[in-house]
């Protein structure tokens, strides 16, 4: 079992940052893939970021080279570093750790550009 909890969120204005995380119980989450995702109000949720327990990275078109996710097993988290944000970018978002068939969601967490 997994559980997962999001902070870092909200309110930024557009061009600023701001560093998410996801941090997790369970002993095996290292062994874990673990995914961003964001849903904004009308529109289906999205992965945004994903890093593999070989720290392998993928992210979203609409994100690269703004967004940067990493990891630190040590203590069961997950970082994604959001620069340049943009109004588009307001959501709520979701960290999402999975193994095998099985996965866990975190309760999300706002983040809102707007000057």
């Known amino acids: 079992q997994v559980q997962l909890v999001e902070s870092g969120g909200g309110l930024v204005q557009p061009g600023g940052s701001l560093r998410l995380s996801c941090a997790a119980s369970?002993?095996?989450?290292?062994?874990?893939?673990v995914g961003w995702y964001r849903q904004a109000p009308g529109k289906q949720r999205e992965l945004v970021a994903g890093?593999?327990?070989?720290?392998?990275?993928n992210y979203a078109d609409s994100v690269k080279g703004r967004f940067t996710i990493s990891r630190d097993n040590a203590q069961n988290a997950v970082f994604p570093q959001m620069n340049n944000l943009q109004r588009e970018d307001t959501a709520v978002y979701y960290c999402n750790a999975h193994v095998g068939r099985v996965a866990w969601w975190g309760q999300g967490t706002q983040v809102t550009v707007s000057s």
């Open positions: 369970g002993s095996f989450f290292s062994e874990c893939a």
């Open positions: 890093i593999t327990s070989a720290v392998g990275t």
